[in-house]
Nanobody
Framework: VQLQASGGGLVQAGGSLRISCVAS????????VAWFRQVPGKEREFVGQINNNGDSTYYVDAVKGRFTISRDNVNKTVHLQMNSLKPEDTAVYYC???????????????????WGQGTQVTVSS
């Protein structure tokens, strides 16, 4: 599977933005998908994950209650809806996928074999 991210941009603090990740390939439903983000000089940070059929999600505390991950396996798309954005959410956001049949949450970038190209999200104060 291959991933293509889109939808980043500039938004004021308190605003909302949705970024998307479109997959190609026939086995998208076999992959768990996560969102990571990265700022210059820091390691890529796990944001959240959605399981294969979309009925289970996990988020880090920093975004819990503000961000929502959803997926549409028919259209091979994953969305990250970001609400109540803060300046500290500014980063390049990446979608990533890993083939998995377990329920475990994978929070490390090294656990993901497929990556989108990243999209910039900038939140102004």
């Amino acid at each position: 599977v291959q991933l293509q991210a889109s939808g980043g941009g500039l938004v004021q603090a308190g605003g909302s933005l949705r970024i998307s990740c479109v997959a190609s390939g026939r086995t998208f439903g076999d992959y768990r998908v996560a969102w990571f983000r990265q700022v210059p000089g820091k390691e890529r940070e796990f944001v959240g994950q959605i399981n294969n059929n979309g009925d289970s999600t996990y988020y880090v505390d920093a975004v819990k209650g503000r961000f929502t991950i959803s997926r549409d396996n028919v259209n091979k798309t994953v969305h990250l809806q970001m609400n109540s954005l803060k300046p500290e959410d500014t980063a390049v956001y990446y979608c990533a996928a890993r083939w998995s049949t377990t329920a475990a949450v994978a929070m490390f970038a090294s656990q993901y074999s497929v990556w989108g190209q990243g999209t910039q999200v900038t939140v102004s104060s």
